[in-house]
């Protein structure tokens, strides 16, 4: 048990023990601290916090908790517990914090992860984001370019929280050792504050779930309430490597089509769904190497026009786009641009049956093109290239009642997408429409 070293302006006297210290004390960019339930993660989060305020006068911090009763009930009584009230003015309908004048003035800007969009706008010195596992990768990603505050500010963003599974935090902190990323994991046990007979307790609770125990007690990786899809040890020996051009923020190119080269794409619009994406895919037909990806909130009309225009790009690549709910209007969109004779069609005489185009993810489908993924994947027969596909695929998982899908805090949109493209190599054909009309008649 020690105390935190006194910050350069104010006089503190608070303590915390080794691992909290060595987190509130690490001035990396990006850190991490990961820890079973009662291991003192919000508050070292928030001493963290305080010392920072205290060190950069003027500093704009955003907080941010899964959702607003996590904030109410959890974050901001971690925070209430560690600043000294004198210090500080909370205004609660503005949802702010703001340093008395003599304490240097900082501001607090406290929010939640319901709408990651929300959270865009504002300039930060730092964010802190607690219980981060629950949150989508989204928040990570929006908030890290925010660090722009103007003046002579440390830049940090940093999380606490318990993992789940195999999300974006293993992803981003955990999977690699990375420049100005850093990471602790601490056990409850290590926490000398907690009440007698508070492990005991816990561990007779979660005796029956030996997985559910190393992650709620230890603060380990784990998957809880299933097993992985996929073959984590493959996944995790695959290379990433920098697309070699990027277009409208939402396109990446890995490697532009060749003359005589073969491409098959598929596409998951999943416009609609809370926080979900549009994704297309699209593989070498040969090696089964992704060479090109869309991604984004995109609208249906808008996202056919895109993934039209991709595939023509790649000789006419052949197109598996996903037909259901707002996938009507995208393949309605997409026979429009006369993209039907190098879609995936439903009868034999497609061009007499239009309604027929299109892939239709059902119960019996879905489960079908997700294990011929997962063999590909393990036999090393196709190769992701992006980094946010394999991360999805890492955080994929089957549930005890054989469901698949997206871990919490994790999506499954570019598995979907990259599933059909695979998939769509056995109905893949590189015949004009002409030609392939002349066959067919006779």
Avoid at 160 to 173: A, D, K, L, S
Avoid at 345 to 356: L, Q, S, Y
Wanted: hydrophobic share 35%; net charge negative.
């Amino acid at each position: 048990m020690k105390k935190v070293p006194k910050a350069k302006s104010n006089a503190l006297d608070i303590e915390a023990y080794g691992k909290q210290l060595d987190f509130i004390n690490n001035e990396d960019k990006h850190s991490a601290f990961l820890g079973g339930r009662g291991s003192g993660k919000s508050e070292a989060g928030a001493i963290k916090l305080l010392l920072y305020l205290l060190d950069y006068p003027g500093a704009v911090v955003m907080v941010v908790a899964p959702i607003y009763k996590t904030l109410w009930n959890s974050t901001l009584e971690s925070i209430k517990k560690v600043f000294p009230p004198h210090i500080y003015k909370f205004y609660e309908q503005k949802r702010e914090i703001i340093l008395e004048p003599e304490y240097g003035g900082s501001k607090i800007l406290l929010s939640s992860a319901d709408n990651p969009d929300d959270l865009r706008g504002p300039n930060l010195a730092a964010f802190w984001l607690d219980e981060a596992a629950q949150m989508k990768p989204d928040v990570w990603k929006i908030l890290v370019p925010t660090l722009r505050q103007s003046g002579r500010f440390r830049y940090q963003g940093w999380i606490t929280g318990t993992p789940r599974g195999f999300n974006w935090i293993y992803q981003e902190f955990a999977r690699e050792k990375r420049e100005n990323y850093w990471m602790i994991q601490a056990s409850a046990e290590e926490n000398p504050f907690l009440p007698k007979g508070f492990i005991d307790d816990l561990r007779e609770s979660y005796k029956n779930d030996p997985d559910f125990a190393f992650q709620e007690l230890e603060g380990g990786f784990t998957v809880v309430g299933g097993r992985e899809f996929f073959v984590r040890s493959v996944l995790e020996s695959l290379d990433t490597p920098e697309p070699i051009e990027t277009r409208e923020g939402c396109i990446e190119i890995w490697k532009s089509p060749y003359v005589g080269g073969r491409y098959v794409a598929g596409c998951d619009p999943c416009w609609g769904e809370t926080n979900s994406y549009g994704v297309a895919t699209v593989l070498d037909w040969q090696t089964g190497e992704q060479v090109a990806k869309i991604r984004g909130r995109i609208q249906p009309d808008e996202m056919a026009q895109k993934f039209t225009d991709l595939c023509r790009e790649y000789n006419n690549a052949y197109a598996l786009a996903e037909v259901n709910g707002e996938g009507r209007h995208l393949v309605d969109k997409m026979l429009e641009l006369d993209y039907g004779s190098r879609m995936y069609h439903r009868h034999p005489e497609w061009w007499a049956h239009e309604d027929k185009q299109g892939w239709h993810t059902n119960t019996k489908t879905r489960p079908e093109i997700l294990s011929e993924l997962e063999e590909a994947i393990r036999l090393r027969l196709t190769k992701p290239n992006s980094r946010n596909t394999i991360d999805e695929m890492m955080s994929f998982i089957r549930d005890e009642k054989g469901k698949t899908g997206a871990s919490e805090g994790a999506y499954d949109d570019e598995v979907m997408a990259y599933a059909m493209a695979w998939h769509g190599r056995q109905y893949a054909t590189f015949t004009t429409r002409e030609e392939k009309v002349k066959v067919l008649s006779y």
